[in-house]
């Protein structure tokens, strides 16, 4: 099975900085990679797909990059309501799927 | 809209079942996948599995194989979860999701399932 490794595991930064979260498979995912953002008590959602590819609706100050093994996730001028924690997940050669372990975003 | 609308909270015995539901609106079922998802407090997500509704075929997740089903009613347009033989550490908020292959766009609320003596 294909394993995810996430970090860091929390962080926290000030309104208006950029934030980079990364997330490195065990394998050659290609650009199977998905990033989601759950706020407490609430499912999860789709913010980028395929590695880099925007879901509709998602602000653009959202973005992924990366393929193979390495991807990142960045917020640019990150903002209060982006208080969360996010969420790699891999769907290469399913099944099964997996996902990182996640990363508290905190705001100082 | 399409939305997924899962059954409420649950509290069961120790070496009982749960079973949980979750209809789609706006929506048919067609291509698309119903995966469950689960989340331990204050854990991180964990795949269960999934089925593609309109075949029936299911994939679980290895560590829940012997003892989790997922069904599907295209008629009703609602996919259901059971779990056998509940211990405390199934404690946990479960979630379906919908989607293509392995990317998922549409989540339901999530029903928490409390094991409990």
């Known amino acids: 099975d294909i394993q995810m490794t996430q970090s860091p595991s929390s962080l926290s930064a000030s309104v208006g900085d950029r934030v980079t979260i990364t997330c490195q498979a065990s394998?050659?995912?290609?650009?199977?990679l998905n990033w989601y953002q759950q706020k407490p008590g609430k499912a999860p959602k789709l913010l980028i797909y395929d590695a880099s590819n925007l879901e509709t609706g998602v602000p653009s100050r959202f973005s992924g990059s990366g393929s193979g093994t390495d991807f990142s996730f960045t917020i640019n001028s990150l903002q209060p309501e982006d208080i969360a924690t996010y969420y790699c997940q891999e769907n290469d050669n399913l099944p099964p799927i997996t996902f990182g372990q996640g990363t508290r975003l905190e705001i100082k | 809209q399409v939305q997924l609308e899962q059954s409420g909270a649950d509290v069961k015995k120790p070496g009982s079942s749960v079973k949980v539901s979750c209809m789609l609106s706006g929506d048919k079922f067609g291509s698309y996948t119903v995966t469950w998802v689960r989340q331990a407090p204050g854990q991180g997500l964990e795949w269960m599995g999934g089925?593609?509704?309109?075949?029936?075929?299911?994939d679980y997740a290895r560590q829940f194989q012997d003892r989790v089903t997922f069904k599907a009613d295209k008629s009703t347009t609602t996919a259901y979860m059971e779990l056998l033989s509940l211990t405390s550490d199934d404690t946990a908020v479960y979630f379906c999701?919908?989607?293509?292959?392995?990317?998922?766009?549409?989540w339901g609320q999530g029903t928490l399932v409390t094991v409990s003596s």
């Open positions: 394998q050659d995912i290609n650009n199977y």
């Open positions: 999701a919908l989607g293509l292959g392995g990317t998922f766009d549409t």
């Open positions: 089925i593609l509704p309109i075949f029936g075929t299911t």
